[in-house]
């Protein structure tokens, strides 16, 4: 599966817990660095043994014929935009909220680089594909059918992933209705509940 694709399905929702956190929380003092213009490795990074230099060259080689460098600039864009909302609504309203919120995405944008997020997925790639699973993926992704996965799976997955949510809703609320109805004490208890002042 075309490595961009995952990047589709990441959850923002952790970032409007840290920012609401950093609200309330009180200011640490930040870990010394070694090194100062560079951020913090993490877990994956550190642990990460080294890749075979051929089968590292083979990876990036996927990585080209997918366009997966293009297609992860474009989701962190895209990123950009769904976790804005996000902030704004976690954060207490204020004149403060605009500066915060652009000095974030700066921070957010200059360390979320599209070669950092290729580092990290090289050794998970080779964790689970061997050097003749990568130049056959390479291989099929020049095909005419590969071009039109590549071109098309995100579209699919956001499709996908709309229409799971909508079911998903239906599914929650048609269950709900369900149980309230097989037991109407718990109904009448939700309704009282909803009817009780809220302190």
Do not use: C, N, W
């Not at 990441?10 to 009180?26: C, D, K, R």
């Not at 992860?72 to 895209?78: F, K, S, T």
């Amino acid at each position: 599966m075309k490595i961009a694709a995952v990047f589709f399905l990441l959850s923002t929702a952790p970032l409007a817990a840290v920012a609401q956190q950093g609200a309330t929380a009180p200011r640490e003092s930040p870990p010394t660095q070694t090194k100062p213009s560079e951020p913090p490795a993490g877990p994956a990074e550190k642990a990460a043994p080294a890749v075979d230099p051929a089968k590292d060259a083979a990876i990036r080689r996927l990585f080209e014929v997918e366009g997966t460098r293009d297609t992860m600039r474009q989701v962190l864009a895209g990123m950009s935009g769904k976790m804005k909302p996000m902030l704004e609504s976690s954060l207490p309203p204020g004149e403060y909220r605009p500066q915060l919120i652009d000095l974030f995405f700066q921070k957010f944008q200059s360390r979320l680089s599209v070669d950092r997020l290729i580092e990290l997925a090289i050794p998970v790639y080779d964790r689970y594909f061997s050097l003749e699973d990568i130049e056959g993926l390479t291989k099929f992704y020049g095909t005419p059918l590969g071009k039109k996965v590549i071109s098309v799976l995100p579209q699919v997955l956001l499709e996908v992933q709309g229409a799971g949510m909508k079911l998903g809703e239906q599914v929650g609320r048609d269950s709900m209705m369900e149980v309230l109805e097989e037991h109407p004490d718990l109904k009448k208890s939700l309704e009282e509940a909803a009817a009780a002042p809220r302190s």
